[in-house]
């Protein structure tokens, strides 16, 4: 397998959820893989190095994954963030891609789903 040097770092305040998703990184050939448990420890993680993929869970305590993705936001306008929450209304969706989220994956997570986002940032990045 092949291996990828892209950072990822990953907020999520569900332990179950957060290595299921790190894992699945993982077996994609991720290896640079940070996880986090809420939103200010993803902005304060960014802030020291800012990861390529960022993977962030809506409904954390201290700070909410949207306004994370606000912070994150007016720190680096660039920053690939991808919205994930088992909540998958439509006001959670268009939410957070108004507010810039490149993506939106429904936990349970599905490969697909997972490589359909990492697929748009390698197509951003090439692209630029």
């Keep these: 397998m092949e291996t990828n040097s892209d950072s990822v770092l990953i907020a999520d305040d569900n332990h179950i959820s957060l290595d299921l998703l790190k894992g699945l990184l993982a077996s994609l ?3 640079d893989i ?7 420890a993803a902005i304060a993680s960014y802030q020291g190095k800012k990861s390529d993929i960022l ?3 809506i409904n954390m305590p201290v700070k ?9 936001r007016a720190v680096d306008p660039n920053a690939f963030v991808v919205i994930v ?11 957070s891609l108004a507010l810039g989220a490149q993506g939106f994956v429904v ?19 090439t692209s630029v």
């Design 29 to 31: 050939g991720y290896v």
């Design 34 to 40: 940070k996880c986090v448990m809420d939103g200010d």
């Design 55 to 57: 993977f962030l869970d």
């Design 64 to 72: 909410s994954g949207l306004d994370t993705l606000k912070e994150i």
């Design 85 to 95: 929450s088992g909540e998958c209304s439509a006001a959670n969706i268009q939410q």
């Design 107 to 125: 936990k349970p997570y599905s490969v697909s789903r997972v490589k359909e986002a990492l697929d748009k940032y390698r197509k951003g990045k």
